[in-house]
């Protein structure tokens, strides 16, 4: 098998997706954030859902990409590429790396910037909380010695309940909403918790020391 095929073989997943080929350099851009915003991602052009391999034109294809890259997402998304070669069809290969930058954002349907996020094999936009950590990590806020009472009650019910969606979390926490808000996104940069993406929600728990 080759390492095309190997590549293919896995599927999609948070770190990989596939195109038939690019039509919408707006809908493309999201997931070039998505990846620069996650966990970095690797784009097969020229490769169907169904995991056969199409072919395409990758000098257009690049050009579609690039003016994905520069043009619609905010800031710009740096990515490589490659060409592979199967039987006589070429699919394209885009490499984007997590970004220091993030986040970096697309437009949604309604013309708005909005960052997004990988999850499972889905582009999706990011929700309140991570747009909340990634304005926070920018101040580089140092961790407490203590926590006071709030705190450590919610860390408390997050450890209770093992992972805990944060609507659950607002109806167990005596505490205005808004305050859970500001502790979750503390929490997880002071690298106490951790947020979960899943097909079925958000999820967050303790981060145990060592993960």
Request: glycine share 4%; with cysteine.
């Amino acid at each position: 098998m080759s390492t095309l095929q190997e590549l293919i073989a896995q599927g999609e997943h948070v770190q990989q997706d596939f195109k038939f080929r690019i039509d919408d350099q707006k809908k493309i851009a999201r997931t070039l954030c998505a990846f620069a915003n996650t966990k970095g991602g690797r784009l097969l052009i020229g490769v169907k859902d169904n995991r056969k391999v199409a072919g395409c034109n990758p000098e257009e294809e690049f050009h579609m990409i690039e003016g994905a890259a520069q043009l619609f997402c905010q800031p710009e998304v740096k990515f490589t590429s490659k060409v592979w070669q199967d039987d006589f069809r070429l699919v394209l290969e885009i490499n984007v790396e997590p970004s220091d930058l993030k986040p970096h954002k697309a437009k949604d349907d309604d013309g708005r910037w909005k960052p997004y996020v990988r999850i499972e094999d889905h582009t999706t936009a990011a929700n309140k909380i991570l747009e909340n950590v990634w304005k926070e990590q920018k101040k580089l806020q140092a961790r407490p010695e203590k926590f006071d009472d709030e705190e450590l009650s919610i860390l408390r019910l997050i450890r209770e309940e093992g992972m805990i969606t944060l609507s659950k979390l607002y109806r167990k926490a005596n505490l205005p909403l808004r305050k859970v808000d500001r502790l979750i996104v503390l929490f997880i940069c002071w690298d106490l918790v951790e947020m979960i993406f899943q097909s079925d929600g958000t999820f967050y728990r303790i981060k145990e020391i060592g993960e």
